[in-house]
T-cell receptor, first 114, second 113 residues
Framework: DTAVSQTPKYLVTQMGNDKSIKCEQN?????MYWYKQDSKKFLKIMFS???????INETVPNRFSPKSPDKAHLNLHINSLELGDSAVYFC?????????????FGPGTRLTVL | GENVEQHPSTLSVQEGDSAVIKCTYS??????FPWYKQELGKRPQLIID?????GEKKDQRIAVTLNKTAKHFSLHITETQPEDSAVYFC????????????FGSGTRLSIRP
């Protein structure tokens, strides 16, 4: 019954590698997001997709490429990983235009770049 | 674009006392103000929200107030308990565009026994 799920939960990798994080929601929402939370706990939006279309891209390096094969999935691919990419990445979803705009977050993926 | 500022960044209160976290926003088009709680190692979860046609909203020990003229809103927790220890985020967005939500920088609340 998990509403928003992410895989993997932990990801440890070397600098320069390419990695992907997957996200799925079973809430029927039409908007999905990726957030980065750094060591100071600041929650910063990276991307927002509405019905598979990119609507927000917040000055994220082009090494980060989101892909939405359908409105229930939003994956994040990261090329040439750098030390500064180490953070917890949260996927989230919401339903645009409804009275309740609650964002439902996934459990997070802790990425460590060595 | 919207800018949300949150204060304080850390807050320590004695169990049973009240805690207040304050946020300001810049975009007058924002009319939806949720608060999220993130416990250690967990995901952020919505605890309460307020819309601009309401000045105050209460849910048990938690209350939010909104001053639209001054563009600030606050979270009040009364009779704090150990399980209230967490990071709290305020946020602001236009009601009809949840995708434009902007979060504050977070407040780490610690409850002293």
């Amino acid at each position: 019954d998990t509403a928003v799920s992410q895989t993997p939960k932990y990801l440890v990798t070397q600098m320069g590698n390419d990695k992907s994080i997957k996200c799925e929601q079973n809430l029927g929402h039409d908007t999905m997001y990726w957030y980065k939370q750094d060591s100071k706990k600041f929650l910063k939006i990276m991307f927002s997709y509405n019905n598979k279309e990119l609507i927000i891209n917040e000055t994220v390096p082009n090494r980060f490429s989101p892909k939405s094969p359908d409105k229930a999935h939003l994956n994040l691919h990261i090329n040439s990983l750098e030390l500064g990419d180490s953070a917890v990445y949260f996927c989230a979803s919401s339903q645009e235009g409804l009275a309740d705009n609650e964002q439902f977050f996934g459990p997070g993926t802790r990425l460590t770049v060595l | 674009g919207e800018n949300v500022e949150q204060h304080p960044s850390t807050l320590s209160v004695q169990e049973g006392d009240s805690a207040v976290i304050k946020c300001t926003y810049s975009d007058s088009a924002s009319n939806y103000f949720p608060w999220y709680k993130q416990e250690l190692g967990k995901r952020p979860q919505l605890i309460i929200d307020i819309r601009s046609n309401v000045g105050e909203k209460k849910d048990q020990r938690i209350a939010v107030t909104l001053n639209k003229t001054a563009k600030h809103f606050s979270l009040h927790i009364t009779e704090t308990q150990p399980e209230d220890s967490a990071v709290y985020f305020c946020a602001a967005s236009p009601y009809s565009s949840a995708s434009k939500i902007i979060f504050g920088s977070g407040t780490r609340l610690s409850i002293r026994p």
